[in-house]
């Protein structure tokens, strides 16, 4: 089994940074795929960002790309999202997210999940 534990998020105002980490326990293969999707309320749960372990290739979506970085550090198992330039449209639960192949090919059922953390940004 696999655990994803988030920690950082809150209120950040508009052009401003924040940092979210996310830890995972459980089976290395299962966590080849780290990384992070966002979901605001009435709408479905959206990719933003991963990094595979086993290569350091990195996946962005366009709407954060140059903009959010994501890292990991492969000794305690635990990825970083540093986001930057925020903008209202960023506003969101953002969930950590673990798994070597669905994350890439959009099988959200099989992905593991964190319980999520608030990020808000104000104007």
């Known amino acids: 089994q696999v655990q994803l534990v988030e920690s950082g998020g809150g209120l950040v105002q508009a052009g401003g940074s924040l940092t979210i980490s996310c830890t995972a326990s459980g089976r290395a293969f299962s966590t080849d795929v780290m990384g992070w999707f966002r979901q605001v309320p009435g709408k479905e749960r959206e990719f933003v960002t991963a990094?595979?372990?086993?290569?350091?290739?990195?996946y962005y979506a366009a709407s954060v790309k140059g903009r959010f970085t994501i890292s990991r550090d492969t000794a305690n198992d635990t990825v970083h999202l540093q986001m930057n330039a925020l903008t209202l449209e960023d506003t969101a639960v953002y969930y950590c997210a673990a798994h070597p192949v669905a994350i890439t090919s959009g099988n959200m059922d099989a992905i593991y999940w964190g319980r999520g953390t608030q990020i808000t940004v104000s104007s």
């Open positions: 990094i595979r372990r086993s290569s350091g290739d990195t």
